[in-house]
């Protein structure tokens, strides 16, 4: 039996199992199942000793199969698990699809070299990631105006939400449809009203998981996914709080600025960094107002940081 893994709490493991069409024939693992019921829940597991052995940890957020032992109980072990599509390090999850990074637009004003350095790694990554920006209720218009324009123009997906008024609530529940989204984004920002207001059911699903472990209940120290209506999953993570650009080569940085890439071969000398180079596309690009200045103002802050950074 095959199922995701939402939730890891001092070495259990919570497999939520989906199952919609009907077993022909349970095998001994899941004797109490009724060949006539489909399987859909929880189930508290552990994993195999020989993970441990393999130095293989389970992810929230993997694929695994695992052996059912009190069906009723819904207590398993995983047995395997399934080949990643990906994985991060901080917060340590898999297969993610898409990230969505929340801002508020306002009360805090959002940190745009924050915001970066988040973008940078999810494009170090490889993981597409839609930016939405939150509280627009309270936030200047003009503001808000200021805001699209150095995203959209950057390349990336942005929203503007309010959990007050319902503003882009729909069309970012659009966007999570049928995908495993991880959330990051500092605190203070309407995450966790956020994250009710797409999914009102989220304590639902995870408030019980567990009778056995008191601890950890009531902590956020952990990832944790929820589970949408639309088939999507939405991963609520710790651990996005710092983001170091200094682990980055400083000659590598400028292709994680995704504006960047159609001028990193255009420029007069190969290996251009864009900094003090004369004949310089992007620096051109940025001077035609194509490239946000806000933007690259932040590239050209990362570059020193890594530059600093003493190499071993």
């Known amino acids: 039996m095959t199922g995701k893994i939402i939730k890891g709490i001092a070495g259990f493991y919570y497999v939520y199992i989906?199952?919609?069409?009907?077993?022909?024939?349970?095998?001994?693992?899941?004797?109490?199942?009724?060949?006539?019921?489909?399987v859909k829940g929880v189930f508290e597991c552990k994993a195999k000793g020989a993970f441990r052995k393999d130095k293989l940890k389970p992810l929230v957020g993997d694929n695994v199969e695992i052996k059912v032992l009190d069906s009723e109980k819904r207590i398993g072990n995983i047995e395997s698990?399934?080949?990643?599509?990906?994985?991060?390090?901080?917060?340590?999850?898999?297969?993610?699809?898409?990230?969505?990074?929340?801002?508020?637009?306002?009360?805090?004003?959002?940190?745009?070299?924050?915001l970066d350095r988040f973008l940078i790694s999810m494009?170090?990554?490889?993981?597409?990631?839609i930016i939405c920006f939150n509280k627009t209720d309270i936030a200047d218009e003009d503001y808000v105006e200021q805001l699209e324009r150095i995203y959209t123009k950057s390349g990336y997906k942005v929203m503007f939400?309010?959990?007050?008024?319902?503003?882009?609530?729909?069309?970012?529940?659009?966007?999570?449809?049928?995908?495993?989204?991880?959330?990051?984004?500092?605190?203070?920002?309407?995450?966790?009203?956020?994250?009710?207001?797409?999914i009102p059911q989220a304590n639902m699903t995870t408030g019980n998981i567990s009778t056995k472990i008191e601890r950890g209940k009531h902590t956020t120290r952990h990832s944790e996914i929820f589970i949408m209506d639309e088939d999507g999953f939405l991963f609520d993570t710790p651990g996005f709080s710092?983001?170091?650009?200094?682990?980055?080569?400083?000659?590598?940085?400028?292709?994680?600025?995704?504006?960047?890439?159609?001028?990193?071969?255009?420029?007069?000398?190969?290996?251009?960094?864009?900094?003090?180079?004369?004949?310089?596309?992007v620096k051109q690009a940025l001077s035609e107002g194509i490239i946000c200045q806000e933007r690259y103002d932040n590239y050209k802050l990362f570059y020193e940081e890594s530059s600093q950074q003493r190499k071993y």
Request: proline share 6%; charged share 25%; net charge negative.
């Open 161 to 198: 939400t309010s959990t007050i008024n319902g503003e882009g609530i729909d069309k970012l529940k659009e966007l999570l449809k049928g995908k495993t989204t991880v959330l990051a984004g500092p605190s203070g920002v309407g995450k966790s009203s956020l994250t009710n207001t797409l």
């Open 18 to 38: 989906d199952i919609n069409t009907k077993a022909d024939t349970p095998d001994a693992g899941v004797s109490a199942l009724h060949s006539d019921t489909p």
């Open 242 to 281: 710092s983001l170091d650009v200094k682990t980055i080569d400083k000659d590598d940085i400028k292709y994680y600025f995704r504006e960047f890439e159609p001028y990193n071969d255009r420029c007069r000398f190969a290996g251009c960094v864009h900094i003090n180079e004369p004949d310089c596309a």
């Open 123 to 129: 494009e170090k990554q490889g993981i597409d990631t």
């Open 81 to 114: 698990i399934l080949e990643r599509k990906n994985s991060l390090i901080r917060p340590a999850v898999a297969n993610i699809d898409q990230a969505l990074v929340i801002f508020a637009a306002a009360k805090p004003t959002p940190n745009l070299n924050l």
